[in-house]
């Protein structure tokens, strides 16, 4: 697949993940074959929905985008599909390992921390953001959403996405749903230091503190039909929470339960809960924001 050759010149690309305060991206360090292949892999499962979304709020010809965290670039690569020539798809990410993947005329690259680039203010239709905010630290997530909102036209609108591990996942889950579930929660208790896998459900509730209005949201969680995507996704989850725990002794699920569970993943109906919201900035909001605080 030419795009996924492409990323490949993209070696020894810089990374900021130790920067200004040493908060560090937790799949940094996992080969870029494989984060690639996962990222990918995450885009054909979810980018029909922010697609849609973001087709429902106008995105199209000389729109203004920010994709933040493009990963693998595929909603950036949509975008500046769409957009075209009179439109701009800005793509920050704290990594450059991608950025071959992102070779498009209507893409600018920029290699940042979404915590502290400098943002323009009120120039973007829409912004989209998917499993970033989970991986930012808890107190820099209203501040991330916050100037995100400042740098969205008045009535711009924002999208993101994160995983909701925390949630049941049938009511009446079969032994291979229960170890998938143990496995997701353990995820959760795990990694809580570096990410946030329980955010997709609290994710509204995060944009109404981050001032926007107009909140929306929905939970839903993929089918794992045979043979499908989600099956490929779920295998090499298993493995990369076995590399990233090894050794560890506080786990809700032993090396056993991961391979009865890798043998067993197709008997599981659902997988990978994800919590999927958007928000408008105010349309009357714009010179207000901007003016000078008073005194
Ligand atoms: C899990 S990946 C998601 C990629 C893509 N949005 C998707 O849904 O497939 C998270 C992405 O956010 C980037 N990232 C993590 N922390 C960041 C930060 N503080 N500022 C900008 N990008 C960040 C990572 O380098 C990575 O590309």
């Known amino acids: ?93 704290i990594s450059e390992r991608f950025f071959p993947a992102l070779q498009l005329p209507h893409i600018n690259k920029r290699l940042g921390d979404i915590r502290s680039i400098e943002l323009e203010e009120s120039i973007y239709d829409i912004i989209h953001a998917r499993l970033v905010l989970l991986h930012l630290p808890q107190a820099d997530r209203v501040p991330v959403l916050e100037r995100l909102r400042r740098s969205l036209k008045p009535g711009g609108s924002i999208i993101v996405c994160d995983p909701g591990h925390d949630q049941r996942l049938s009511l009446e889950p079969n032994e291979a749903e229960i170890l998938w579930d143990r496995l997701l929660k353990g995820i959760v208790q795990v990694f809580i230091e570096q990410a946030d896998y329980s955010l997709g459900t609290r994710l509204p509730e995060l944009l109404v503190e981050g001032g926007y209005v107009e909140t929306g949201g929905v939970y839903y969680m993929t089918l794992p039909t045979p043979g499908s995507v989600v099956q490929d996704y779920m295998i090499p989850i298993i493995d990369l929470v076995r590399r990233l725990t090894a050794g560890r002794t506080d786990l809700p699920f032993s090396n056993e339960d991961l391979d009865q569970l890798s043998g067993r993943i197709a008997e599981c109906r659902v997988a990978v809960p994800l919590g999927f919201a958007w928000g408008r900035r105010g349309p009357a909001e714009g010179q207000d924001d901007l003016a000078a605080p008073a005194e």
């Open 1 to 93: 697949m030419h795009i996924r050759a492409a990323y490949l010149q993209g070696r020894h690309a810089r990374c900021l993940t130790d920067g200004m305060d040493g908060h560090k991206y937790m799949f940094a360090s996992e080969s870029d074959a494989a984060e690639f292949d996962r990222l990918e892999n995450q885009s054909l499962i979810h980018d029909w929905l922010a697609i849609g979304r973001a087709s429902a709020f106008g995105l199209g010809v000389g729109s203004t985008c920010l994709e933040v965290g493009p990963g693998a670039g595929s909603m950036a690569r949509w975008m500046a599909g769409v957009v075209g020539p009179s439109g701009r798809v800005d793509a920050i990410d």
